[in-house]
């Protein structure tokens, strides 16, 4: 499992790292591997024109102490001081020892524009807010000069903590990041700004807390929260679970959503809803009523929403039963905050971007331009558990504790039918056993490799999707 630490978590494990190491070996230990990973980027060190683009943090000397180790491979490395005044004394010293040049904010042009590689150590993970003054300038001179760029620890100008990327701010191809990852290199907005993320070993490990900021699963991770049947096992002990989903009008919602619950671990699949017909017909093994949930029979989990129109009274009553309930699409518009938040059973709820807006009261934008702080609002103001959907999905239980982040995901996801599919997944693991917690992180990232799977680099349809589930799921299993 991948884990990522705020701020404040790593600036107290590098203290203490520190008051265990001789002065400045935390430095160099970074700046060797931020070096390995510039030459490995480039092909070659000898003859190269490397720019580092030096502010007035550990950043800045972490560039300059890897500048240094670059240019005694044979590299001509050139150094802009945003900051001269403040700049890190030894790392200018090791550079100037080592070869490279420096010029001030007035000579960048002429470098950056002849850089095969421009290396970002402008601001550290302290950083707030986009860049300002002479670093603004820089970021349209590195995007002219087609340069690669490598990020020292984060993109300058996304904020660390959150994800968001607030104004200006450096786009990396490679992102080196020491001793953990930092939670905005593995959330969108900000994800997208850090190209490929290297993490480097600096020892950190030995003294980071046990609980993160976010997590994020991993093939061993998913495989053994897998449910598994056994020798005595049958339908009913695997689980049944209810989709209470499809309309009239949105007929296809209720096929795609039993069709990622029948690949998802249960049983058995109970349907209740007007479009029977249409589900039997492509899925002979669901078991089919019209009657409402409450006369469909026993189930371990409910899926309500999907398609489901303006029918609150299916909603109102899954909602009340005293199983886990995943509320999708339809039925967070439908659902009472206040009955949700009674619910003693498990609630998993999985809005897009759109959907967590209109529950929050605020702009689709402000949703995803900070998606680490909707989730969280979203699980507290309904006493559940929130799957945002969207570019990177995020998971986050009721009580607080580590977000899961999937990193699974593709582009080719953002397709009709897409979300019905997870949601009818994601409530069959409900079914089976999983918390609501793990249900949707396992959901997610089998359909987000299902979506990989399937598309292999070309567009893909929900029903692809859905049949990719199982090739996904050996996936995991056989690695």
Known sequence: MRTAYSVETVRAAERELMARLPEGALMQRAAAGLAVACGQLMGRVYGSRVVLLVGSGDNGGDALYAGARLARRGAGVAAVL?????????????????GGTVVGAGGAEQVIRRADLVVDGIVGIGGRGGLRGDALSLVELVRESGAAVVAVDLPS??????????????????????????????????????????????????????????????????????????????????????????????????????????????????????????????????????????????????????????????????????????IDADGLRLADRDAVRG??????????????????????????????????????????????KGSTTLVAGPGGGP??????????????????????????????GLSAVDAGSVGAYLHGLAGRLAAEGAPVGAQDLAEGVGRAWRDVRDA
């Open 157 to 326: 100008g996304v904020d660390a903590d959150t994800g968001e990327v607030p104004g200006a701010a450096i786009r990396a191809d490679l992102t080196v990041t020491f001793g953990t990852h930092k939670p905005g290199l593995l959330i969108d907005p900000a994800r997208e700004y850090a190209g490929t993320v290297r993490l480097v070993d600096i020892g950190l490990g030995a003294v980071l807390p046990g609980r993160a900021e976010l997590e994020a699963l991993q093939h061993a991770d998913v495989a053994r929260l897998l449910p598994v049947p056994g020798a005595e096992s049958d339908k009913y002990r695997r689980g049944v679970v209810g989709i209470a989903a499809g309309s009239a009008r949105y007929p296809g919602a209720a096929v795609l959503a039993v069709a990622g619950a029948l690949r998802g671990g249960a049983g058995a699949v109970r349907y209740v809803g007007p479009t029977g017909d249409a589900v039997i017909a492509r899925f002979p093994e669901a078991i089919v009523s019209d009657q409402g949930p409450g006369r469909a029979g026993r189930v371990q989990a409910w899926v309500v929403g999907p398609g489901a129109g303006d029918d609150a009274g299916a909603v109102a009553e899954v909602v009340g039963a005293d199983v886990p309930v995943l």
């Open 403 to 432: 977000v899961r982040v999937n990193p699974t995901g593709t582009a080719w996801l953002a397709t009709a039918g897409s979300g019905d599919v997870l949601s009818g997944l994601c409530g069959s693991l409900l079914a089976a």
């Open 82 to 98: 945003l900051a001269p005044e403040r700049v890190h004394s030894g790392g200018l010293a090791a550079l100037r020892g080592a």
């Open 343 to 388: 619910r003693t059973a498990p609630t998993l709820m999985t809005p897009h971007a759109g959907e967590a807006a209109a529950l929050l009261g605020v702009g689709r934008a402000e949703v995803e331009g900070a998606r680490l702080w909707a989730v969280r609002e979203l699980a507290a103001r309904y006493g559940a558990t929130v799957l945002l």
